[in-house]
Structures are given as C-alpha cells and as structure tokens.
C-alpha cells in the first residue's frame, strides 16, 4: 500500500524551531505531485496549513512553512508556541490509489 | 457561514451497514467534489473516495471497491458515505472534505488539497 513515511514525534522549546519530514515514493512525491500539510487536533476537523507544497492559505502565520524535493517534503514551524502542540499529516496524490496517501502524522511537542 | 456539518455517532454491528451524512453549506454545493477520509484508532488518514457533487460520478479506492457507495442529494445540499459489510476494523472516524483542484505549476500533475473540512463523525463496529 502506498504510505508516506513521517516521524512519530517531534519536540522543541517555545521560540525555537522544528522540522517534520514527509518521504514519499515514485507514485507519488517522486512523481511530481505536491505535498499538502494539515494540523490536527482530535476531535477536532483537520485545518489545512500548507497547500501545493510551499504555500500558506490565509490566516496561516508565516511561522509555517512547507518545502519539498526529490521524494521527500518537509514541514518547518519556527517561533514555537504553545498553542502549536498537536498532529500534523501531510498528503499527497497517489497515481497508483489514483486517489490521496497521506502520512502517519507526527506529534509536536512544545516543552 | 461555510462549513460542513456531518451527522452523529454511530454504533453498529458486524456485518450491518452505516451512512454517514455531511451537510454543506456557505457555498454553492455543486461546483465542488466531496471526498471522505477515515482515521482508525491509532492509524493513519486514509482516502475511501471521492464524488463530483455536480454530476454524480464517483471514485473509490481499491480497498473499499464493492462495500463503499458515495451518493449525494444536491437539493439539500448533502453528501452520503455508505459502508457495508462492517467489521471492527471499521471502527474509525470518518471525516468529510471538500478538495480544491489544480495543476501544478508545469501543467502536468493533477491534485488536490481540502480546504474544508467535516467534525468528523464516530463508527464504532462491535458486537
């Protein structure tokens, strides 16, 4: 099946910054589609936060950014805050599925 | 206001079948597809499929070809997701979306992010 690869977890202090990688394979990021990435709090509905992998939608800070190359992608949050602690996936189009994979998610943690 | 409000939970038991409904609105139903996503407990997203809201066609991944059936009724405004053949893996939340497509800069790769989405709504399978 095919999956994006994210790490479980990721952590850093208030102000500092993070990274969360998204490693796909040669029907999906390595083909060329984009990357989008979501935050998710449970229970709560998915807010998009990046879209065509560097793009931010309104009302997104600029403390988030979204970059992708080769098979991989990453997610950069700078400035931490507090309010940042919950799940990020990111997603992608899957020529194979013909349809979206997305990742496992990672879990920020702000210390 | 533009939102999509799905219905409640939902407790079934194996072998039976749950619809899940998910009410648009804010925006004109039928110009955009609706896709529906799931999360099983401690799993990650998964696509089922996708229907135009326009004219009723419909895509399904392979994993859920025969049991799943997307429909909608544009008069209300609302979106369907039919699974049949329940078992406890089906035990997840399942969320609607609502995709926004495009090229990418070359012209050559379609795709599509969800800029809306549904609460979510809660199947649990058990006997």
């Known amino acids: 099946q095919s999956v994006l690869t994210q790490p479980p977890s990721v952590s850093g202090a208030p102000g500092q910054r993070v990274t969360i990688s998204c490693t796909g394979s040669?029907?999906?990021?390595?083909?060329?589609?984009?990357v989008q990435w979501y935050q998710h709090l449970p229970g709560t509905a998915p807010k998009l936060l990046i879209y065509a992998n560097s793009n931010r939608p309104s009302g997104v800070p600029d403390r988030f950014s979204g970059s992708k190359s080769g098979t991989s992608a990453s997610l950069a949050i700078t400035g931490l805050q507090a309010e940042d602690e919950t799940d990020y996936y990111c997603q992608s189009y899957d020529s194979s599925l013909s349809g979206s994979v997305f990742g496992r998610g990672t879990k920020l943690t702000v210390l | 206001q533009v939102q999509l409000v799905q219905s409640g939970a939902e407790v079934k038991k194996p072998g039976a079948s749950v619809k899940v409904s998910c009410k648009a609105s804010g925006y004109t139903f039928t110009t955009y597809a609706m896709h529906w996503v799931r999360q099983a407990p401690g799993q990650r997203l998964e696509w089922m499929g996708w229907i135009n809201a326009g004219n009723g066609n419909t895509k399904y991944s392979q994993r859920f070809q025969g049991r799943l059936t997307i429909t909608r009724d544009t008069s209300a405004s609302t979106a369907y997701m039919e699974l049949s053949s329940l078992t406890s893996e089906d035990t997840a939340v399942y969320y609607c979306a609502r995709p926004r497509n495009y090229y990418d800069s070359s012209g050559s790769y379609f795709n599509w992010y969800f800029d809306l989405w549904g609460r979510g709504t809660l199947v649990t399978v058990a006997s």
């Open positions: 040669s029907s999906n990021i390595g083909a060329g589609y984009d």
